[in-house]
């Protein structure tokens, strides 16, 4: 069956490539248009590329308002789950109409219109959704930033999108306690240039925000009397919404997502990848901040008239390593998503699975985990303790939606540890040198995707073609760089192993981070690996390891060192010359999990380094910087 499955993946893929104006345009006939098509793919401005060009459509009223006229009103749309606040409660299809209906509304009568920029700097609570959703009903473009992000980043956001009106709450809740984000973005509002003239402030009872006279609003009282308000049909190629994602001059990038083009990748992917029709419930664990939250949490599940669960909470620590478990059971979810560091966290906490065993997961079909490169070990633990497909799979904040999956909804194929699987339908990925040649299968070299990208994925950075053509698509005219290096094998099952600048290179052998931390993680007391690659006068560069023990671990610093570094030489071979490893308590990560190697080497190197806006504890960045120096590296003084 998998074999033949293969087989089918593949000439859906080829079909996808070959005939992508009539395979796309089938799986637009999903989606309700005002409007349709003129040309499914324009090409008449390449490599600027555009999707269903004369098409008019609106993205809310698929998501929301066509599944009330289908019936389906009283379904719940929205799951919210909220360890944190102790509250947890659904929302229907009809009462999220009515909601954003009338937060459209009070937008328009306070003179936001089509094509204007919102910003949303929100935490996991419904009205986030509500927000984006209304923005998407009168044709406004919003922006979403993560919530509790620093004041000088939101500032440089505002200056950026030039936001007519800001949506925000007191707060944001963590395991921590309260953070208020009222007086960070008032602070961001002081430091920005541009000027906003309506902030729409959700209190909520944890912490009160003062509301500046003139130009704040609060939320209840704004929406209490506000007119309901029609969707505004725009043009299938007008961006729906900017989402930032941090560049390397600083300046952060505003990833573009059209409406047409989104809202058809999105409706395919729920089925054909996570197996999501109308009426399943659906849960993707990550945070409305960030890309998946846009495409997995409101867009994709609503777009398909499914149940989303947006959760307000942590893996571990609100209360226990067995929320997510308990929360699939109570909620009969189908599909969970999440990243790999939640599952090591979990892993960590809960070696044993001790927390799956009084909890029934029938209900569950598939695990899938994306958002960072996901190990072997991680994987079969998954497996092993769930008793469930688990799938990694590969994409980006640029692209959208997935790159390279199996098609769990269509044609699942064999799960090889440490590989995303096939690439998906419409992407052509290929491998290539650093003259832009194809590698060999099983060869290692920059991950690219052949133009055109398919719908759903990026179509400029806002305000910045240049930067769009320069960052993307100037290394390898006629195809998109992904900034990924990896293989594919001769099965065509792609693997990435690290970003390009993670490649290191040992005495003239180019070796992927990825691959040390892929070993390392074997070892039965790791639950974390970070490997980055450190200067060294002899032989240019060494790989540098940063482990994270389970929890319970017993074992000497010198034992431990032994078992890793014999672990490396057998795997990897004295070629890796891996001599440098050391335990810590926590590695320093991006709130959505990303683990921050490049500033962990810049510290060894003792190079200048900016505070990553995104980061999670800024105190993990001493604790790398100890462990570096008791290893000779990162001088203490730097």
């Not at 324009?42 to 698929?62: H, I, Q, R, V």
Request: hydrophobic letters at 40%.
């Amino acid at each position: 069956m998998k074999t033949r499955n293969c087989e089918l993946h593949h000439q859906i893929h080829r079909n996808s490539l070959t005939e992508p104006d009539s395979f796309w345009a089938n799986a637009a006939e999903e989606l309700d248009w005002d409007r349709r098509w003129d040309r499914v793919l324009d090409d008449s401005k390449a490599p600027m590329y555009s999707w269903f060009a004369g098409a008019e459509l609106n993205t809310c009223y698929n998501a929301v308002d066509r599944h009330v006229e289908n019936g389906r009103g009283e379904q719940v749309a929205i799951q919210y789950v909220s360890p944190v606040t102790e509250s947890e409660y659904g929302i229907s299809y009809n009462e999220l109409l009515a909601q954003v209906s009338r937060l459209a509304g009070y937008m328009d009568s306070v003179g936001v219109k089509k094509g204007d920029r919102v910003i949303i700097y929100m935490p996991m609570v419904p009205e986030t959704a509500y927000a984006m959703l209304a923005c998407a009903r009168i044709g406004a473009i919003h922006s979403v930033v993560f919530g509790g992000f620093a004041a000088s980043e939101l500032a440089t956001r505002i200056d950026d999108a030039k936001p007519k009106l800001i949506l925000s709450a007191s707060c944001g809740i963590e395991p921590s306690g309260v953070v208020p984000y009222k007086p960070l973005l008032d602070d961001a509002i002081a430091q920005s240039k541009h000027q906003v003239d309506t902030c729409i402030i959700l209190n909520r009872s944890q912490y009160t925000a003062d509301l500046v006279t003139g130009r704040d609003v609060d939320w209840q009282s704004a929406v209490a009397d506000a007119p309901d308000i029609a969707c505004q049909a725009v043009a299938a190629t007008d961006p729906l919404y900017v989402l930032y994602t941090s560049g390397t001059t600083g300046q952060p990038k505003g990833v573009v997502r059209d409406n047409g083009g989104h809202a058809v990748a999105l409706s395919w992917s729920m089925k054909h990848i996570y197996d999501i029709a109308a009426g399943d419930v659906f849960w993707a664990a990550s945070d409305v901040g960030w890309v998946v939250g846009h495409s997995y949490i409101v867009y994709g599940p609503l777009l398909v008239g499914a149940t989303t669960v947006l959760f307000e909470g942590k893996p571990i620590g609100t209360p226990d390593p067995g929320i997510f478990w308990r929360i699939i059971e109570k909620y009969q979810v189908k599909s969970f998503f999440t990243a790999p560091t939640a599952i090591r966290a979990i892993k960590r906490d809960d070696p044993d699975g001790d927390f799956l065993k009084d909890v029934d997961l029938n209900c569950l079909k598939t695990l899938f985990l994306a958002g960072e490169r996901c190990d072997p070990d991680t994987l079969h633990w998954s497996e092993d303790r769930l008793k469930k497909p688990v799938i990694d799979h590969w994409w980006q904040t640029e692209t959208g939606w997935p790159v390279a999956a199996n098609l769990m909804g269509t044609a699942p194929v064999e799960v090889k540890a440490g590989s995303p699987a096939l690439p998906v339908p419409g992407y052509q990925v290929e491998v290539v040198d650093e003259m832009g040649d194809v590698v060999e299968s099983g060869a290692s070299g920059n991950v690219v995707i052949k133009l055109p990208l398919p719908p759903g994925t990026l179509t400029t950075l806002w305000n910045n073609e240049q930067r769009y053509l320069d960052s993307y698509l100037s290394m390898y005219p006629g195809y998109y760089l992904t900034g990924d290096a990896g293989y594919m094998d001769e099965d065509g099952y792609l693997y990435i192993m690290s970003r390009i600048d993670d490649i290191i290179n040992v005495a003239g052998h180019r070796l992927s981070t990825g691959r040390f931390e892929e070993v390392l993680c074997q070892h039965e007391a790791v639950a974390e690996v970070a490997v980055i690659g450190v200067d060294d006068k002899l032989k240019g560069q060494l790989p540098l390891g940063l482990v994270v023990l389970k929890k319970g671990v017993t074992l000497s610093d010198e034992e431990l060192y032994r078992e890793l570094i014999a672990l490396v030489r057998e795997h990897i071979g004295p070629v890796a010359s891996f001599r440098l490893v050391s335990a810590v308590q926590k590695l320093p990560k991006t709130r959505s999990g990303k683990i921050l190697r490049g500033t962990m080497r810049k510290i060894a190197d003792n190079q200048e380094y900016k505070m990553p806006a995104t980061i999670e504890d800024p105190q993990t960045l001493e604790l790398v910087r100890n462990a570096l120096t008791r290893m000779g590296y990162a001088d203490a003084h730097v």
